[in-house]
Each structure stands twice: as C-alpha cells, then as structure tokens.
C-alpha cells in the first residue's frame, strides 16, 4: 500500500463515523448520508496532496462534506427516514424508557430547521468549537453561538410535556 | 469562573465542556439536569454508523484509483489521437453501429477482471435502501426481495453508465451490471477465461451476469427480472452525469 493510500484509509476509519454522523443529520436521510459520506472522501482523495495541515483535517472534511451535500442534494427532495428504525447506539442506555426519551429527543432534532440542526450537530458530534463552526459556516461566531443556543432551547422547549425533560 | 465566564467557555471550547460543566456545577451556576440534557443530546445525535460504511467508501476509492491510472495518457498522444478519430469519425459518420453484445461482453470481462478485481469478495451486505436509491438515479424501481447485494456503485463501461453489483448467491457472488442505454440482443450466453455469463436486454438497457466458472445464471435472472421494474421510467443522463463528472 502506498503512502498516500496509507494515509487516506487511516482517514477514513478515523473520520467515517463522525462525517456519518454530521452527514445525517444534515440530510436526514441515510442513503443519502453514506452518499455523501462516500463522495467527500474521493473528493478529499483526490486533493489530499493539498492538505498542509493535518491538525484541521476535520475541518477540511467537513467543509468538504458541505459544499457536496450542496451541490448534489440540497435541492433534491428525499423520502424521508422513520427514526424509529434507528437502534440507539448507546452503549449505556438500556432502560426502555431512557430509550423512548431518546427517541423523542431525536424526533425534536429532525425537526429543527437546517440552521440550527447544522451548527448543533458540528458541535456536539463533531466537537468543533464556536470559531471552527462560524468559518465552515460563513458566520459570525456570535451567530453561531446564538444558533446553538437556541437550538438547545427548542429541544428542551419541544421536549416539555413528553416527560424527558423532567426526568433528565 | 462567574456566569459569563462559563457561558463563553461552554461555547467556545466544546472539548473542554465536560470540565467546564463540573466547575460549573460545583459553583452552582447549571441546573442540576442540564448535563443530563448534555448527555441525551449527544447519544440522541449518535445514530448508528452503517457496518458497510467504511469498506464501501475505501472500495469505491481503490476502484476510483484504478480507473484514473488505466486512462491516464501523454497529452499529446491524446490530441493526436483526437484528430485521428475526428478524422475517421468523418468517414464513417452514420455508419457506427450500436454497441452489440460481444462488446457488452468485452467490457463487462474486462471490468471485472481489471478494475474491480476485489468486488466479488465484498463482505457484508448494501442496506436495500442504499440500492433503492441507486436503481432510482437510473429509472429503475425496486419493487421485489432479490439475492443480498454486497457490493454496488456506479461505474463508467466504455462510453456506457452502469451499476455495478455483486449478488451473494448459493454458489457464490455472481457479478451484475446493468448497463444504461446499451442496446443488447435478447439473451446471449457466453464464456470468458474463467467467466461465463449472459447479456440480455432490459428495460432501457442491457443486464449483464458473470461469475466465476460454471454456473447457471437463469433463475438469477427470473429473480431479477422480477424485482427490478425496468420499464417504469427511462434512464435521464441528466440526473447521473454528475456523478459520473466526478
């Protein structure tokens, strides 16, 4: 294996996951993420040479992974995913209705608008800060820092009444 | 640390978070659920990763790879062949026959057996959804169960778009590639070096079947025939050429 072919499958299984991830829940769609999530790294494949700095390889991906969902599927409308196919990949959450609270909670995330469901999922599955989301974005971090808030708001605020909220 | 104080710190350095929560919890500046909140939010957000995922996208980059080194040419030897075909192509305009199966065949054989060599070895298996979606992208609707598919992209053949697959069945993984717009004779058998196979027409295509030494490929075919609608809509280049651009 070559050196660069090396180093884009370590890539790969670092960052899949995560890209996955992200891919999700700005498409809401899982065929449509691992499109995405498949089409970004051929991209980054083939402009790795171009990568100065491995340190915002994250970055990069993800920035990546935007501008393709916005060239190929933005505009495309998809059916749309029932949630309740997903498994809830925790690991600690085995109590039935720990799990339903998830659910709900996901639920609430799907339905937020794309410019707070974004900035939400770059922060907390990403872990990219204020200023690392502001720049992929094209936002002011202030902005940014305003959307993830309220983003956080809505869920809690969707979520009073099903009960999570209390018993979280 | 004071109420400001966390909030930025919260906000700007989401690794630091958990850290930043205990200080902030110790100080009596959060609500006692919000870490919970924290918590449920980020395993609500962790869906699950398909199994495939990785092994998919690393295939379709060392397929990608092969593909650009096999048509990697000196620039000038292209112009010169450019203008050599533009010449012929002058000659003998209207006169180009459509692909017919032999050609099919040809490059079906080659493809496998140059280009997509680990494909059949695919393990796992392409979620159904995942093959929905690209049978769409050329007009053709899944409507019927058929064999597991562990392997499918979309693949140049020549001057045609295909898909490819790789169909797990008892005795073995039989290669299938649909090839958009190629126009085929209704069914032809054929064997290859150690392929053998069929080509038949379908739909607004031609379907392709090879495997691995001997083996009979018929009910394969009825299985197909029965769960791929390939009449309902025609193949729209508009819509693949993109991804094919790419």
């Known amino acids: 294996m070559t050196e660069p072919q090396f180093q884009f499958e370590?890539?790969?299984?670092?960052?899949?996951?995560?890209?996955?991830?992200?891919?999700?829940?700005?498409?809401r769609q899982r065929e449509v993420a691992e499109d995405l999530v498949q089409e970004t790294f051929l991209r980054a494949w083939?402009?790795?040479?171009?990568?100065?700095?491995?340190?915002?390889?994250?970055?990069w991906l993800m920035i990546i992974l935007r501008r393709e969902h916005a060239r190929l599927y933005e505009r495309?409308?998809?059916?749309?995913?029932?949630?309740?196919?997903?498994?809830?990949?925790?690991?600690?959450?085995?109590?039935?209705?720990?799990?339903?609270?998830?659910r709900e909670l996901r639920a609430a995330i799907f339905s937020l608008d794309a410019k707070y469901r974004e900035p939400l999922a770059m922060q907390v599955i990403g872990g990219f800060s204020v200023d690392e989301i502001a720049s992929a974005l094209g936002l002011t971090p202030a902005a940014v820092m305003t959307q993830v808030f309220r983003a956080r708001e809505k869920l809690k605020a969707s979520l009073v009444g099903k009960g999570v909220e209390k018993s979280a | 640390m004071n109420v400001f104080d966390?909030?930025?710190?919260?906000?700007?350095d989401t690794h630091a978070s958990e850290v930043v929560f205990e200080h902030a919890r110790a100080a009596g500046l959060l609500p006692p659920d919000d870490g919970a909140f924290e918590a449920?939010?980020?395993?609500?957000?962790?869906?699950?990763?398909?199994?495939?995922?990785?092994?998919?996208?690393?295939?379709?980059?060392?397929?990608?790879?092969a593909t650009r080194l096999r048509f990697r040419v000196n620039p000038?030897?292209?112009l010169a062949a450019s203008l050599f075909l533009v010449a012929l192509g002058g000659l003998f305009i209207g006169r180009a026959p459509p692909a017919g199966s032999t050609n099919l065949v040809d490059l079906s054989v080659e493809h496998i057996s140059t280009?997509?060599?680990?494909?059949?070895?695919?393990?796992?298996?392409?979620p159904p959804g995942s093959v929905r979606a690209v049978f769409a992208e050329f007009?053709?609707?899944?409507?019927?169960?058929?064999?597991?598919?562990?392997?499918?992209?979309?693949c140049p053949l020549g001057e045609f778009r295909t898909i490819h697959m790789v169909l797990s069945t008892a005795d073995g993984p039989v290669s299938a590639l649909y090839v958009a717009n190629a126009a085929a004779a209704e069914r032809v058998t054929f064997k290859r070096g150690d392929y053998s196979g069929s080509v038949l027409q379908f739909g607004h295509g031609a379907l392709v079947l090879l495997a691995k030494g001997e083996q009979d490929l018929t009910p394969l075919e009825t299985t197909l025939k029965r769960a791929i609608n390939a009449s309902a809509v025609a193949y729209q280049p508009s819509l693949t050429s993109d991804a094919f651009a790419r």
């Open chain 2, 40 to 65: 449920k939010l980020r395993q609500a957000m962790r869906v699950q990763v398909p199994e495939t995922l990785l092994e998919r996208v690393l295939l379709a980059q060392t397929t990608a790879q």
């Open chain 2, 76 to 78: 000038l030897w292209a």
């Open chain 2, 139 to 154: 007009g053709l609707a899944l409507t019927d169960q058929m064999a597991p598919v562990s392997y499918i992209n979309r």
């Open chain 2, 6 to 12: 966390f909030r930025s710190r919260r906000a700007l």
């Open chain 1, 76 to 102: 495309k409308q998809h059916e749309q995913v029932d949630l309740a196919d997903f498994e809830i990949e925790d690991m600690n959450v085995t109590a039935h209705a720990e799990q339903a609270e998830i």
């Open chain 1, 10 to 27: 370590a890539l790969v299984r670092a960052h899949g996951a995560e890209l996955y991830r992200v891919a999700f829940w700005l498409c």
């Open chain 1, 46 to 59: 083939r402009s790795l040479k171009d990568l100065r700095e491995a340190s915002k390889v994250k970055a």
């Open chain 2, 115 to 126: 280009y997509e060599v680990d494909a059949p070895w695919s393990k796992g298996r392409i």
